[in-house]
């Protein structure tokens, strides 16, 4: 299948996908079905109003029980895919295999069967940010035993749906996991240990990562398909000539400490990364840096373990660095490590939400990047989108849609290796530590309703056109808002 700006023009990009996702960690669903605690459950209840609104994620979209109504909306947009989440707390209660919460897989069970019957095909995230409290309490992402434990749980996912499933994602955005949990008060469990926290995470993910990999490779590759990893990796631009080297650094810390061990020749964290915060350990009095360093098995362990290359893109940054920077961060901490500054333009935005720009020039630059210094790894783009603050003609959510996907075309033009694209999402969800004030869906959610009543937006209606022809025409206007079923589907 393939898309194409318009009917005149067809890309040869091989089979590129179509589809989009939203996840079932939005439905936190607090003890429900047997689960236990996770790392989100235990913050929302115990320091509820540090959310927007005050709100939780205890129901949200309750996909647990409206399963069936979200698998007739992919059917509506004609999707090939659809991406989820597996919760860790969920399958297993105590955190390890010795007990499997059979509600809990029935649930996962349903969904799988009832996307397979309308040949959707599942694509299983193991880990989106729920660890287990028990397991945080244990030291979460900085204790190197979780190398183990997340390999038992990706075996236990393994064995009870890889019979049916045959795309994998080990981890959802690294970055996000290890800097703004561990390193910041951005996201769960807001451990704030700046400088330190961050680094010990990164290194025993990137770990465990590896160890779902080889877990796979080695028991389940010849029955099942493909694993891989999925970065959140936003542009960052250089604000003028004389920053280029600050931008490179920046793209460095940001989201290539993650890929450069597992994409690039050499494996391990960037050097840039290494040298400065090598150097500024050493003056701020360390016996040794303060970024763990691999053991050559190790750096051979984690080179190669992704068979493609899961991308998460929203928006562009400008990078500078001048002397204002110097004292501007805590120390040590990774933006005192990095030393860099960020603005975004004020033209860049759109609609009324500050929280995604509109910048798809930088989405053709990074994928140009992820080309060059990568020899070209297949790509899965596994998020994209824009928020809103809700309604159901979101204009801008549109415009954001095929501007993006035309600066994907354009990178895929120039030969980068795109296979697949994810809208990020099916519909509005739990939106971390905003809430429910960024709205990110296709289909819109009432959350006043007891029954999560979800309607269609316009995106919806342009996107399930440029599903149905694999064409992106800038001027087609959806002529109904009602939203059906194409045969075949």
């Known amino acids: 299948m393939l898309i194409a700006r318009n009917s005149l023009r067809k890309v040869a990009c091989g089979k590129l996908l179509i589809y989009s996702c939203d996840l079932e960690i939005r439905d936190l669903c607090q003890q429900m079905g047997g689960k236990a605690e996770n790392i989100w459950d235990h913050l929302t209840h115990t320091q509820p109003c540090i959310i927007k609104n005050c709100s939780n994620g205890d129901i949200a979209d309750d996909s647990y029980h409206l399963y069936k109504r979200d698998v007739e909306m992919m059917r509506e947009l004609g999707l090939d895919f659809y991406r989820f989440s597996l919760s860790w707390s969920r399958i297993l209660p105590t955190s390890f295999p010795d007990k499997i919460?059979?509600?809990?897989?029935?649930?996962?069970?349903?969904?799988?069967?009832?996307?397979?019957?309308?040949?959707?095909?599942?694509?299983?995230?193991?880990?989106?940010?729920?660890?287990?409290?028990?397991?945080?309490d244990m030291g979460g992402w900085t204790n190197p035993h979780i190398v183990d434990w997340f390999g038992d749980y990706a075996r236990t996912a393994f064995q009870l749906f890889g019979d049916r499933v045959k795309y994998w994602i080990t981890i959802n955005e690294p970055y996000q996991v290890c800097n703004m949990g561990y390193g910041d008060v951005d996201l769960a469990p807001m451990l704030n240990i700046k400088g330190l926290a961050e680094y010990m995470c990164a290194k025993n993910l990137l770990l465990a990562h590896?160890?779902?990999?080889?877990?796979?490779?080695?028991?389940?590759?010849?029955?099942?398909?493909?694993?891989?990893?999925?970065?959140?990796?936003?542009?960052?631009?250089?604000?003028?000539?004389?920053?280029?080297?600050?931008?490179?650094?920046?793209?460095?810390?940001?989201?290539?400490?993650?890929?450069?061990?597992?994409?690039?020749?050499?494996?391990?964290?960037?050097?840039?990364?290494?040298?400065?915060?090598?150097?500024?350990?050493?003056?701020?009095?360390?016996?040794r840096s303060r970024l763990p360093e691999f053991t050559p098995e190790e750096i051979e362990y984690i080179r190669g373990s992704s068979d493609y290359f899961g991308l998460n893109h929203y928006s562009t940054y400008l990078v500078y660095r001048n002397e204002s920077v110097y004292g501007y961060y805590e120390s040590p901490s990774f933006g005192d490590d990095l030393e860099t500054l960020t603005y975004r333009k004020s033209e860049w935005k759109i609609g009324e939400s500050d929280f995604i720009k509109y910048v798809p020039w930088g989405f053709q630059k990074l994928l140009t990047k992820i080309r060059r210094d990568y020899n070209n790894p297949p790509i899965y783009i596994t998020e994209n989108g824009f928020a809103t603050y809700g309604g159901l003609n979101d204009e801008d959510r549109v415009t954001y849609y095929k501007g993006y996907l035309n600066a994907m075309l354009d990178a895929i033009d120039d030969g980068s290796d795109v296979r697949a694209y994810t809208a990020w999402s099916l519909m509005d969800n739990f939106e971390w530590m905003d809430g429910y004030t960024e709205r990110f869906g296709l289909y819109e959610v009432d959350y006043e309703s007891p029954y999560r009543t979800r309607t269609p937006r316009k995106s919806a209606f342009v996107y399930k056109q440029i599903v149905r022809t694999r064409e992106l025409d800038w001027h087609y206007e959806p002529d109904t808002d009602v939203m059906s079923i194409d045969e075949g589907h």
């Not at 809990?104 to 880990?127: H, R, W």
């Not at 890929?259 to 290494?274: A, L, N």
């Open 101 to 136: 919460n059979e509600a809990g897989v029935q649930y996962y069970n349903n969904l799988i069967d009832e996307l397979l019957k309308y040949n959707i095909q599942p694509m299983i995230t193991l880990y989106h940010w729920d660890l287990p409290q028990k397991l945080q």
């Open 210 to 287: 590896a160890r779902a990999y080889h877990i796979y490779d080695e028991e389940f590759r010849s029955e099942q398909g493909v694993i891989f990893i999925s970065y959140s990796a936003q542009w960052y631009e250089p604000s003028s000539e004389n920053d280029t080297e600050a931008a490179n650094e920046h793209n460095d810390f940001q989201w290539g400490q993650y890929t450069h061990p597992v994409f690039s020749v050499t494996g391990d964290f960037p050097p840039s990364m290494k040298k400065k915060i090598a150097a500024k350990s050493a003056a701020q009095g360390y016996p």
